[in-house]
C-alpha cells in the first residue's frame, strides 16, 4: 500500500489549503485514515484522523478550524484547513492502518507566514 499526499504549500495567515491523501496498491480499503504533523525539534503529533467505525477525531488545536473528510471509493483521505496559524506550519503525513499494519505517506510541506 502507498500512500501519496499532496496540496501542501505556502499561505497566508487565515488562508486555507486542502491536503488529499490517496491509497493505492490494494483493492482493500484501508479503515482507519487520518493526518499527523510534524515541526523540527518536536514530537509528531496526530492532527486529525478517521477511527475505524468512521468516527473523527482532531487535535485541540486544529478543532473548528481544520475538517478531514473521505472518499471510500477512491481510498482518499482529505484535510480541509481554514483559518491557518502560523503554528500550523510543519510537513503533513498521511497515515493509514489496516489490520494492525501503519503505513505513511512521503509528507507535504505546510508554511504558513503571518
Known amino acids: 500500500v502507498q500512500l501519496q499526499a499532496s496540496g501542501g504549500g505556502l499561505m497566508q495567515a487565515g488562508g486555507s489549503l486542502r491536503l488529499s491523501c490517496a491509497a493505492s496498491?490494494?483493492?482493500?480499503?484501508?479503515?482507519?485514515m487520518g493526518w499527523y504533523r510534524h515541526t523540527p525539534g518536536k514530537q509528531r503529533e496526530m492532527v486529525a484522523t478517521?477511527?475505524?467505525?468512521?468516527?473523527?477525531n482532531y487535535a485541540d488545536s486544529v478543532k473548528g478550524r481544520f475538517t478531514i473528510s473521505r472518499d471510500n471509493a477512491k481510498n482518499t483521505v482529505y484535510l480541509q484547513m481554514n483559518s491557518l496559524k502560523p503554528e500550523d506550519t510543519a510537513t503533513y503525513y498521511c497515515?493509514?492502518?489496516?489490520?494492525?499494519?501503519?503505513?505513511w505517506g512521503q509528507g507535504t510541506l505546510v508554511t504558513v507566514s503571518s
Open positions: 478517521f477511527t475505524s467505525g468512521g468516527i473523527t
Open positions: 497515515y493509514g492502518r489496516r489490520s494492525s499494519v501503519n503505513y
Open positions: 496498491g490494494s483493492s482493500f480499503s484501508i479503515p482507519v
